[in-house]
């Protein structure tokens, strides 16, 4: 309690010695603002580009694989009845942007050459599956369904030789407008057109193959009423985060089926894109160890510099408690230098990269980042500043005064 009160009767001159310390060497205070500034951003910005890998690795599997919200037939069922009374119900709910049930088939491309690539058909409504995934955005070559398509089919670009990321998997050598036969689940075989082909850059999601209902109406020989089923419904919400409140209203509505949020459906993709975050954090430890060391090297060199007036200025009466609370006011003023300079020298970068992105085989990959991770790395960095000012600063202070003149 004592050191205490001594601290406040003293915090004048404490304020006195660190500004007069601060700017006595204004190219070194320069210098180490830099250096500090650099630790924030190595902090932040790093953590930003890993969080917008994450998103898009994520985004692409929602927007294909699961949407926000995936619909599946109990464990005991094939389909989902009535689907057309969910798809009313689905919309109904807030935040719920679109809805676009699947019908689920197998089939089997065979190209010119009779090369053979199994592959999942998707029987869809064109216009509702444009408002749930991101295939109609990145037709690689050729055209997106239309509502009316008929004779026609929609490939997936890891099952083409020419637009594949996977060598591995099998493949057929197409291109949008070459014909190709397809024999589906049921015994049928069907010369089709390659209307298009999507590609995502993503393996997982550029798998698939897609025709319209009314395509599937002669090829499996049923009519509107019996394609008011699904094997899958994914619904796409306006922005994450409300999925649960989706699922909840889903099963007000008396909804069956297994529902699942696209964090549950995902399972091990999401994992691993959690173990990103990882690395991030890993970053953001680098970052601040820089600053701490900046910090701690050039409060303990000043220490060793000024022993002679360190012990001068206890000989005068100024208490030990003021001396150290300068050098940790001192350190204080560092990291909010460093940390301006560095949330400056970030935002530049942020913006650059988010006009510029980075392509990686995933796509153009932005930063992300709120407006708390600014505050939490910028707290993160003056409390490991105040304790690297401290430190350092502690021993010489406890120095006999006549040691600290004659030695210093």
């Known amino acids: 309690m004592l050191e205490f009160k001594k601290i406040i009767e003293g915090l004048d001159v404490a304020f006195f ?5 601060l700017f ?13 500034g650099l630790g924030f951003l190595s902090m932040v910005f790093s953590a930003s580009i890993i969080t ?3 998103f898009q690795i994520e985004d692409k599997a929602i927007g294909v694989m699961t949407g926000n919200v995936l619909i599946e037939p109990d464990v005991d069922k094939d389909f989902i009845l009535n689907v057309d009374e969910i798809n009313k119900k689905a919309l109904a709910i807030p935040g719920v942007v679109g809805v ?3 019908i689920n088939r197998g089939i089997t491309l065979i190209d010119k050459h009779g090369t053979k690539a199994p592959s999942q058909l998707r029987i869809i409504d064109p216009e509702k599956e444009a408002r749930v995934s991101y295939i ?23 099952l083409t030789k020419k637009y594949r990321m996977q060598e591995a998997l099998p493949a057929v050598d197409v291109d949008a407008g070459d014909m190709i036969t397809v024999i589906f689940d049921n015994g049928v075989t069907k010369e089709l057109k390659v209307r298009g082909v999507y590609g995502l850059d993503f393996a997982a999601t550029d798998i698939y193959t897609y025709i319209t209902k009314e395509e599937a109406k002669q090829v499996f020989n049923v009519t509107d009423e019996d394609l008011n089923i699904a094997t899958e419904i994914m619904i796409k ?39 990103l975050l990882i690395v991030s954090k890993i970053t ?52 909010i230098l460093g940390g301006i300079f560095g949330f400056f020298l970030t935002k530049s970068m942020i913006a650059y ?56």
């Open 284 to 335: 953001a430890l680098i970052g601040t160890i820089i600053a701490f060391a900046t910090i701690y090297i050039m409060i303990y060199i000043n220490v060793l510099h000024k022993r002679t007036q360190i012990g001068v200025m206890k000989a005068m009466g100024i208490n030990k408690e003021t001396i150290l609370t300068s050098y940790v006011i001192q350190s204080f003023f560092y990291g």
């Open 17 to 21: 010695l660190a500004i007069k310390n």
């Open 136 to 158: 109609d955005d990145n037709i690689l070559s050729g055209r997106y369904l239309s509502q009316k398509t008929v004779g026609e089919i929609l490939i997936g670009s890891d």
């Open 52 to 54: 917008g890998l994450k």
């Open 100 to 102: 676009s049930p699947h």
């Open 24 to 36: 006595f060497k204004k190219k070194m205070l320069i210098m180490i603002i830099v250096i500090i």
């Open 237 to 275: 919400t306006k922005e994450r985060g409300i999925e649960d409140d989706v699922i909840y209203k889903l099963k007000q509505f008396g909804i069956s089926g297994r529902i699942w949020s696209w964090q549950e459906k995902l399972g091990i993709l999401n994992q691993f894109t959690d173990s």
């Open 353 to 408: 990269f988010t006009i510029n992105p980075i392509i990686m085989p995933i796509g153009a990959v932005y930063p992300i980042i709120k407006l708390s991770d600014y505050v939490i790395s910028f707290f993160i960095l003056l409390i490991s500043s105040v304790f690297a000012g401290y430190f350092p600063a502690q021993g010489a202070i406890k120095e006999n005064i006549l040691d600290a003149i004659f030695k210093g």
